[in-house]
């Protein structure tokens, strides 16, 4: 019997040690700051991330509710003023600190400005964010594999979009780059409109202290793969993956890279995780979301309908009061995940708050504060994030504190 007991636990122990562990996932959707506000690095710890230095945060970033957002009602903007390059003086950076891991996913959207400048006559920059480990071998410096590496996106002549990489065996004293293609066609950042970039990277392993040509890095753009490289060297110690590095500016060395006029880059829905399947940019169809227009309800208490001074026209939900509900039935939910939940609403009062519940207030997923947005005419959009499961629900919208009206309100899948 002993025998049998003994051997149970090594089976289990077995099967534990071939369990996938994967890091929780990391989020940052830029809702939570108020507008017209410098996103510094104080703010960014209160939603969770950390970094150990920063430039630019303070001065060159800006939480934009007023004009461009991918989802929710707020976006991150950066600034490169006309004529400067390097992380000093154009963009911001910030090596954010993750959890050391073997293999991280990342996944951003960013939107150039309709007039972006690629430069002078010298054509180049960093794009957002990238993957890094240990001591971030970059600047020219020769990768050892003991001093780390980073991998990040940067745009060159016209815009043409491309890998920049750190690793053991780099051609020449820089990183090395690789064009971003579809079909063997290159590939060129759109400007005015989201894009959505996808990493991967994958730290090689180690033997016996030698590195193993066995690292990869691989780029999705919209969804699609546009570059995958692998049989690289990063490591001969046991560095990981341990940074989302935030590391955007104009430059090369030269003035000749400076923008020849101000120019904005806004970053929005940003995710890093250790588990593929919790980027759902990367699965079939995107991300799951769904848009209800608030006077296409099942069944409701105490509201109108009323035409709406709101873009796109249609009708809007007015005359909420507290204790007022709209719900809607039959909304299929085809996976379970955290989700970001996105109200239009407008006030002149202040105080107001949704709350967010299922199946006749069974379930109760959240609530989100409504501000004064200045008149019955003027439209803004709130959201918070909340965990739903799979499943066929009714969804209700309850004023817990009333005084507004809703146009339309939609869910998006994060993760």
Known sequence: MKKKVLLLVLVFFMMMGSVVAYA????????????????????????????PWDLGMSNRTWIDGYNFNHSGGQSLRVFYPQGQIGPEYSGASAPLTLTPGQQYYLSYWVRFSSDFSWGTTQYGGKVGLGLAGGADCSGGQECTGYNGFNSRMIWRSGGKAALYYYHMDKAGQYGDYANLTNNGAEIYYQKGTWINIVQRLKVNTVTNGNANPDGEIQVWYNGVSAANITGLRFVRNTDKVDKAYFDSFFGGATPEFAPQNDSYIWYDDLKVSTNPAEICELAIGGCYN?????????????VITETTPDTGGGQNVGSIDSQDWIAFTNVNIPTSGTYLVEYRVASPNNDGKISLDLNAGATVLGQVNVPNTGSWSSYRTVSHQVQIPAG????????????????????????
């Open 24 to 51: 929780a996932p990391k989020v940052n959707t830029f809702e939570r700051p108020v507008r017209g506000s410098a996103y510094t690095m104080a703010q960014w710890g209160t939603d969770g991330w950390s970094a």
């Open 290 to 302: 769904r848009t209800f227009q608030a006077e296409s309800y099942n069944a409701m208490s105490g």
């Open 392 to 415: 066929t629900h009714q969804f209700g919208l309850y004023a817990a504190t009333g005084g507004f009206d809703i146009n339309w309100w939609k869910i998006t899948k994060l993760y």
